[in-house]
């Protein structure tokens, strides 16, 4: 993809090992914004994003309402509440119903960026133990984004490539050590 | 580009405009995203297949409109919700009032009253409930009456209690209710500080002065404009030395009443120290 304007990556049980191995060898002048989702225990935020920006010389920021997404900026959804994006490439966060068992869920922000940034989003399924993020990956094909999932067999749980995998048939399965530059060519 | 949601933008315009008119409740500060989410959702749990009967049954049927507010507000809510925001309530704001002849707690955004009865505890546990009256309103008449009845599922009970014990609580939470089958029915000492009732943020006025408003997960579903005035109007009804709570994405950091205002180091908790112009 020539151009992209964001990605999302999800994940939950066995992805924060993944996203440690990926984000050392981003690109500093990314012209994209990152958003990550990650399913995790309330009152970690805090541990997540101090530990992520450790790891990367861009911009590691705990998401915030009406915050305005821009390039070189990493965004973690905080927990416990929905992580959308307004037509003004701003965040929303939403504190409804769990959407798969998940607050924040994958589905809902994977969703929410096809209808803002369509074909001009990618967005990465890492491993996990239920199937969210699925019917995410179907509307970002649908819009005709770029969908990616995380090689099933390098999966500590890989459930959730999987289901990604045999459901909507994503358009590149890349393997943990392939993924930054893959996403460093995206731009 | 192929239409992928069942309702367009253009149409929960037209939606919005319907309900204002109709029935007077406007929703157009509301975030979009998010609302967009939940009016599809709703959509989709009615089976309705055509925007067109959509519409006219919002437009037409008063009893749907009601479900179409309950459902497109968010009602998620538990009983000492974010233990840490309720220990600091215990410990650093409530024993403030001590003095105080008679207590105003203004509760915006109570849903079906989780939070209002968990107030009510701890005011009890400060022995102020009997000079409190805690306002609980949400724009919702169909949670209030669930919320008027002060009782919650008994199978909710061991997290509240943890959540309870989390915040400081000090006696046997299992005191505060009697088990009715499912339900867990709260204490008519408790109830009978509590007046629930509805009130619209975007439309209607401040109605007392409070010591205290509580308004957690309420701003975040609303644009700047709305955050700015809903703070205004939390300004205009509000005591001096009076505090004010947000939920914890939530901030007044943006707004010209801050400056009013000095935020406690734990929790999203302000205390308005000056009246200013």
């Known amino acids: 993809m020539k151009g992209c304007k964001a990605l999302v990556i999800g994940g939950s049980a066995g992805s924060l090992e993944i996203l440690l191995k990926i984000f050392p060898d981003l690109e500093e002048n990314l012209s994209f914004p990152i958003i990550i989702v990650v399913h995790r225990k309330q009152g970690t935020d805090f541990l997540l994003s101090d530990l992520l920006s450790s790891k990367t010389k861009l911009n590691v920021l705990e998401a915030e309402e009406k915050q305005i997404i821009k390039a070189r900026n990493i965004y973690i959804a905080p927990s416990d509440y929905h992580l959308l994006i307004e037509k003004d490439h701003s965040i929303s966060l939403d504190h409804s119903e769990k959407v798969n068992y998940s607050r924040p869920s994958i589905d809902v922000t994977f969703q929410s960026a096809a209808e803002i940034y369509k074909d001009k989003l990618a967005c990465l399924l890492l491993s996990g133990s239920n199937a969210d993020g699925v019917q995410g990956l179907k509307m970002v094909n649908a819009y005709g984004g770029l969908t990616l999932a995380q090689d099933p067999t390098t999966a500590s749980v890989p459930y959730m490539p999987e289901q990604a995998i045999s459901q909507i048939g994503v358009d590149y399965v890349l393997l943990p050590e392939e993924m930054a530059s893959y996403i460093n060519s995206l731009v | ?277």
């Open chain 2, 1 to 277: 580009m192929p239409h992928q949601t069942a309702i367009q933008d253009d149409e929960i315009e037209i939606l919005l405009n319907d309900v204002l008119e109709r029935y007077g409740y406007d929703f157009t500060g509301y975030s979009r995203a998010s609302l967009k989410r939940r009016i599809i959702r709703l959509y989709g749990i009615d089976k309705y297949v055509s925007f067109t009967e959509f519409r006219y049954i919002i437009a037409n049927d008063s009893s749907y409109f009601k479900r179409f507010v309950e459902q497109i507000t968010v009602n998620v809510t538990e009983m000492f919700r974010d233990p840490s925001f309720y220990k600091t309530l215990r410990s650093e704001v409530l024993p403030k009032f001590g003095t105080y002849p008679f207590i105003r707690v203004w509760l915006a955004g109570c849903s079906t009253g989780e939070e209002a009865f968990s107030i009510a505890i701890l005011l009890r546990e400060l022995n102020l409930l009997h000079k409190s009256l805690i306002y609980a309103t949400d724009i919702n008449p169909l949670v209030l009456e669930k919320a008027a009845q002060g009782m919650f599922p008994l199978s909710q009970m061991k997290q509240y209690s943890e959540n309870y014990i989390a915040s400081g609580g000090i006696t046997d939470f299992s005191s505060y209710y009697s088990a009715n089958y499912s339900l867990a029915k709260f204490n008519d000492e408790l109830k009978a500080k509590i007046i629930f009732s509805t009130h619209n943020l975007v439309s209607d006025r401040s109605f007392n002065e409070f010591q205290l408003i509580l308004c957690r997960n309420v701003l975040i579903y609303f644009d700047r404009a709305l955050q700015y005035n809903v703070l205004q109007l939390f300004d205009n009804s509000l005591e001096k030395l009076g505090y004010l709570a947000l939920g914890t994405k939530e901030t007044m950091d943006f707004s010209p009443i801050a400056k009013k205002y000095k935020r406690l180091e734990a929790g999203k908790i302000w205390r308005k120290i000056s009246e200013g112009l």
